[in-house]
């Protein structure tokens, strides 16, 4: 598959017309329709369909257009990385985040780098640890944070930061008062968790159950800032992430446990690249102003 052949197809469903298609890329209709041609053949399905009124998608060619104009835009990306060598000088950033860091640690970090690096324009998407992954695959994205690791053959992984997650109560809580408590006397209080498709609820019930407990289960939510929020209410007690909750035990509406005998356990957040690419100057800048603290 050759860039000449995407871009006679992307031009042409654009256009709606060989003819004009044509024209725009400077080239002759033969030569842009050989091209599409020999693009499908490749693929073995056509792509678009030929009319007196010019060409339209199939739906195979629907189906292949989103990635087609994504190769597109990240070739464009590399090339204007290239010519502008190892500094940050213009052009688009285009990042994942899971959505812990999204909420957590992103806001001030982008704000930072926009002042910073004002000619760059940022791009951000946010979701869970798997769709991001799932968004720099299709080249969407330049690269991705995330709060949990995803393993896939053309992406590439390597830790970022990690931190604590801390079980905590409101301070209105009846164990907030308490210097130590017991693992049992936690579980017995109620827990409010993420979701089961998130890490954090795996990381909570591997917590407990490592110390021979069963949690009583207040409820589950779809994300960690509702949880906080029910916590900092008084309702039961919750890990949460350092990242979500530092304010809160700095001002003291949340006071984090001593649980005897029993560790905080901790989680690791990932820089998520294409398999063998190195961080863009852009990309590498924003890191820089990502972590904590």
Do not use: C, W
């Not at 006679?8 to 060989?18: K, N």
């Not at 091209?35 to 060619?61: D, N, Q, W």
């Not at 640890?129 to 969407?140: F, I, Q, Y």
């Not at 560790?263 to 972590?291: C, D, Q, V, W």
Request: net charge positive; aromatic share 4%; proline share 6%.
């Amino acid at each position: 598959m050759e860039l000449g052949q995407i871009e006679a197809f992307v031009e042409a469903q654009r256009r709606g017309s060989i003819t004009a298609a044509a024209e725009a890329l400077e080239l002759t209709q033969p030569t842009l329709t050989a091209r599409i041609r020999s693009l499908e053949a490749e693929l073995g399905v056509a792509l678009l369909t030929r009319g007196r009124r010019g060409v339209a998608l199939t739906p195979a060619g629907r189906r292949f257009l989103p990635r087609a104009l994504a190769a597109l835009d990240a070739l464009g990306r590399a090339a204007a990385e290239a010519r502008s060598g190892r500094e940050v000088r213009g052009g688009t950033l285009a990042v994942g985040l899971a959505s812990d860091v999204a909420v957590y640690l992103a806001p001030a970090a982008l704000a930072r780098f926009a002042r910073r690096q004002p000619d760059v324009d940022i791009r951000v998407v946010s979701g869970r640890s798997r769709a991001v992954a799932e968004a720099l695959r299709a080249g969407e994205i330049e690269a991705g944070i995330l709060s949990q690791l995803v393993v896939l053959p053309e992406l590439a992984a390597r830790p970022l930061f990690d931190e604590a997650v801390t079980p905590v109560v409101g301070a209105t809580h009846p164990l907030a008062k308490r210097p130590k408590v017991s693992l049992a006397e936690v579980a017995g209080a109620g827990l409010v968790l993420r979701d089961p498709a998130s890490f954090l609820h795996a990381l909570t019930v591997t917590y407990f159950a490592d110390g021979g407990a069963a949690p009583r289960i207040l409820m589950e939510l779809d994300n960690t800032e509702a949880v906080k929020r029910v916590v900092l209410s008084g309702l039961g007690a919750a890990l949460l992430p350092e990242m979500a909750i530092r304010d809160e035990l700095r001002r003291g509406a949340l006071i984090a446990l001593d649980v005897a005998g029993r560790r905080m356990p901790r989680r690791t957040i990932y820089l998520l690249l294409a398999a063998g690419a190195e961080p863009s100057p852009a990309a590498a800048a924003l890191l820089r102003m990502m972590r904590p603290g």
